[in-house]
């Protein structure tokens, strides 16, 4: 086993969540490169390995609560206990209000909602079980959860729950050593395409940005080193916009 220290990426074969797991690859932690596309996630651990870093892909559907579990006895056999674990996963049903399907209301939820409550409880589990003395848990919302999106109630709802949970979970786990906090990005990824490259759509959005662009997934992934790391010793329940200053302008 390895005596890196051990990070869990969720949804990490692209996007936000491939810039992550290379980041902390990159500081040296060894990861466990999770997706729901199992192919995705070996890419990118392969790519990881090759640059010299410590990686292993595990496939997981984050809404299922057997493979959760699955996922952290395989982090656990893998690398040890996880002192990092960021639900990350998140897909998007966008649709105006009196279209919105119960289906695509209760799918949006099912992934970030349930998947992220999922990630927290077995990342919590591991790291009490494990004896490690604490741990980082690391949760992605949206600028949608803190303000509202027109088109994206069911995204909203989700990301709305994923800030309480963040808190809940920072009051209920500090007496354990255990940091949780929330990041809330705008970068330019495979989930934002169609915002970057429908002209109409593009700048309307890009016009409440006071820095007027997309973050690159890099810029987000050091708001990820950075939680997890002992410089925000201090910092728990909290929520970090890395968004150009989106939410702060609104
Ligand atoms: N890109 C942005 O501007 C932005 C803004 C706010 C929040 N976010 C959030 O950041 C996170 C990452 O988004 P992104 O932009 O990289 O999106 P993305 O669509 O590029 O990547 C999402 C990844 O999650 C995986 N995934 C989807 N459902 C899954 C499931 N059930 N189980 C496991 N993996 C699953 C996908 O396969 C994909 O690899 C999401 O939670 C998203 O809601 C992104």
Same mark, same amino acid.
């Given at each position: 086993?390895?005596?890196?220290?051990?990070?869990?990426?969720?949804?990490? !074969?692209? @996007?936000? =969540?491939?810039? +992550?797991?290379?980041?902390?690859?990159?500081?040296?932690?060894? +990861? +466990?490169?999770?997706?729901?596309?199992?192919?995705?996630?070996?890419?990118?651990?392969?790519?990881?390995?090759?640059?010299?870093?410590?990686?292993?892909?595990?496939?997981?559907?984050?809404?299922?609560?057997?493979?959760?579990?699955?996922?952290?006895?395989?982090?656990?056999?893998?690398?040890?206990?996880?002192? %990092?674990?960021?639900?990350?996963? =998140?897909?998007?049903?966008?649709?105006?209000?009196?279209?919105?399907?119960?289906?695509?209301?209760?799918?949006?939820?099912?992934?970030?909602?349930?998947?992220?409550?999922?990630?927290?409880?077995?990342?919590?589990?591991?790291?009490?079980? !494990?004896?490690?003395?604490?741990?980082?848990?690391?949760?992605?919302?949206?600028?949608?959860?803190?303000? @509202?999106?027109?088109?994206?109630?069911?995204?909203?709802?989700?990301? =709305?729950?994923?800030?309480?949970?963040?808190?809940?979970?920072?009051?209920?786990?500090?007496?354990?050593?255990?940091?949780?906090? $929330?990041?809330?990005? +705008?970068?330019?990824?495979?989930?934002?395409?169609?915002?970057?490259?429908?002209?109409?759509?593009?700048?309307?959005?890009?016009?409440?940005?006071?820095? !007027?662009?997309?973050?690159?997934?890099?810029?987000?992934?050091? $708001?990820?080193?950075?939680?997890?790391?002992?410089?925000?010793?201090?910092?728990?329940?909290? %929520?970090?916009?890395?968004? !150009?200053?989106?939410?702060?302008?609104?």
């Amino acid at each position: 086993m390895s005596d890196l220290r051990s990070v869990v990426v969720t949804g990490a !074969g692209q @996007g936000l =969540g491939r810039a +992550v797991a290379e980041a902390f690859a990159a500081q040296g932690d060894a +990861v +466990v490169v999770s997706d729901v596309v199992a192919d995705a996630a070996e890419t990118v651990a392969a790519e990881i390995r090759d640059r010299g870093g410590s990686a292993v892909a595990l496939a997981c559907d984050v809404a299922d609560e057997a493979a959760v579990a699955e996922l952290a006895a395989g982090v656990v056999s893998e690398y040890g206990v996880p002192a %990092v674990w960021i639900n990350n996963a =998140g897909i998007t049903r966008p649709a105006m209000l009196h279209k919105m399907t119960v289906d695509d209301f209760d799918l949006v939820l099912r992934v970030h909602a349930r998947g992220t409550f999922l990630g927290i409880r077995e990342a919590a589990r591991t790291m009490r079980e !494990g004896g490690a003395g604490g741990g980082v848990i690391l949760n992605v919302t949206s600028s949608a959860g803190l303000q @509202g999106t027109i088109g994206q109630i069911n995204y909203s709802a989700a990301k =709305g729950a994923i800030i309480a949970m963040t808190k809940s979970a920072a009051k209920e786990l500090a007496r354990h050593g255990i940091r949780v906090n $929330a990041v809330a990005p +705008v970068a330019a990824t495979p989930m934002t395409a169609r915002l970057r490259t429908d002209e109409k759509l593009s700048t309307k959005f890009l016009d409440q940005i006071p820095l !007027g662009r997309f973050g690159t997934p890099e810029e987000i992934a050091t $708001a990820f080193t950075y939680l997890a790391s002992p410089s925000s010793s201090y910092v728990t329940g909290q %929520v970090l916009s890395i968004d !150009g200053g989106l939410y702060m302008a609104s």
